[in-house]
């Protein structure tokens, strides 16, 4: 029997060819709602910094099931018991996990609906695909949300060495050039193997584990919380906060997404339940609905709004300036006279209210390894399982276990502070 014909090719710049199964897996690829990813850009304004950084959400979902697929083969060649049902399930916890995502990924997950994570989401997509398609992804959604016996099977999905992330660095790391991003990922599968019910790495693979949170780290500082994806991020919000305030007082607003008029209107919150309506409105946005909307905004008779849009389209970015939290307290009054002086000078409106869409005042936050509760183990000679960072042998990872905070300021280019 031919069995290429029992698979579809997918070439990837990354990993090389993927080989999906015919069945349930490629249907769900085919969905509407996982061909929506093609039009999530993975790092949202990061094409803003690096030019080539265009891939998409559904690159790096079909690029995370294929490490999927790697790492099951391996675990069954080392006699861990895995079904085929428990296996169809995995790798359909790892195509979803990020099905939920909103436009632009990260950038405006907490600007449309409140008290809102996009795993959210995803969970209630896999539940409404699984009516679809007549409980074929009940095993599914127990992995997905660590209710299936087996936990390793969810530590793939969801754990400080997933597929997810191994993806997503390999993957990120190609499209920006940032070369201190690249990951040595099949060592990393090669040595993953199931002891005592949870996912762990042989020793030989400590030095590839080594490499891939300093990596993480790496990528977090030059690409993730660029200075300048920082500020990008900041106009964007800033804008959807300017049509929201200008909706809230009834002044007249064009928006030409229809789902998009949903969020920035109805003001939806997922604090108790996802609504159908809600979700409804959410699948239908992807960054077009985004794009259009500022494009249209960038022609608007609101002048704030108006100038806004016009500073995103043209690349007219705002300012990232890092500074200690005492620091950062005592220049914000300098930089809120600043930007009002500023303002009132280009006949712009100056009070503080509208001054306030022309700076932030936040942190960045990033955790290369967060050992607490969800650690790496590392299995030593004497089959005992060790913590990675008291495995490893250089003292620098215990470095990495700290959190980094980096207060900072976004402000107008023309300021100084």
């Known amino acids: ?62 690029g995370a099931m294929e490490l999927g697929q790697r790492v099951l083969k391996n675990l069954i060649e080392k006699d861990t018991t895995i079904s085929d049902a428990e ?12 099905v939920g995502h909103g436009p632009l990924s990260h ?31 009940d095993t599914a959604i127990q992995i997905f949300t660590n209710q299936y016996p087996k936990k390793f099977l969810h530590q793939l999905i969801s754990s400080q060495l997933d597929m997810d992330r191994l993806d997503y660095l390999k993957r990120d790391s190609f499209f920006t050039g940032v070369s201190e991003g690249s990951v040595g990922i099949n060592r990393i599968l090669k040595t993953m193997r199931v002891f005592k019910g949870n996912v762990v790495i042989e020793k030989k693979g400590i030095y590839a584990v ?65 609504t159908k309506k ?15 909307c500022i494009k249209k905004w960038s022609v608007d008779r609101d002048p704030i709004l108006n100038d806004l849009s016009n500073r995103f389209l043209n690349r007219h970015l705002f300012r990232t300036h890092f500074a200690t939290r005492n620091e950062r307290h005592l220049l914000m009054e300098e930089l809120i006279r600043k930007t009002k002086l500023l303002l009132n000078k280009k006949g712009f409106p100056s009070d503080d209210h509208s001054a306030s869409f022309y ?18 183990w590392i299995l030593n000679d004497d089959s005992q399982a060790i913590e990675f960072s008291k495995a490893a042998d250089t003292k620098h990872i215990i470095a990495l276990t700290q959190p980094v905070v980096k207060p900072y300021l976004v402000h107008l280019k023309e300021i100084t502070l």
């Not at 296996?87 to 990020?98: F, Q, Y």
């Not at 900041?234 to 928006?255: D, V, W």
Request: proline share 3%; charged share 25%.
């Open 1 to 62: 029997m031919d069995k290429s014909n029992q698979y579809k090719i997918f070439n990837d710049p990354v990993h090389g060819f993927i080989s999906v199964p015919k069945g349930i897996i490629l249907r769900l690829i085919d969905h509407h709602y996982v061909q929506r990813l093609r039009r999530i850009r993975q790092l949202g304004l990061g094409y803003l910094v690096f030019p080539a950084a265009e891939h998409s959400r559904f690159s790096h979902a079909m």
């Open 278 to 292: 809600v979700m409804q409105n959410y699948m239908a946005l992807d960054d077009h609905d985004v794009f259009i």
């Open 359 to 376: 700076y932030e005042s936040n942190e960045s936050f990033s955790e290369a390894y967060k050992y607490e509760n969800e650690s790496i």
């Open 87 to 98: 296996l169809t399930g995995t790798l359909i916890a790892i195509l979803l996990h990020d």
């Open 210 to 274: 080594e490499n891939y949170i300093l990596s993480r780290r790496l990528m977090y500082m030059q690409v993730y919380l660029h200075k300048t994806v920082l500020s990008a991020d900041t106009l964007l919000r800033k804008i959807f906060e300017r049509a929201q305030f200008l909706i809230n007082s009834g002044e007249p607003i064009n928006i030409p997404s229809e789902s998009l008029t949903f969020f920035l209107k109805k003001k939806p919150s997922s604090r108790k339940t996802i």
């Open 107 to 137: 950038t405006l997950e907490h600007t449309l609906i409140k008290d809102f994570k996009h795993e959210m989401m995803s969970l209630q997509i896999m539940q409404e695909l699984n009516k679809e398609f007549d409980g074929e992804l």
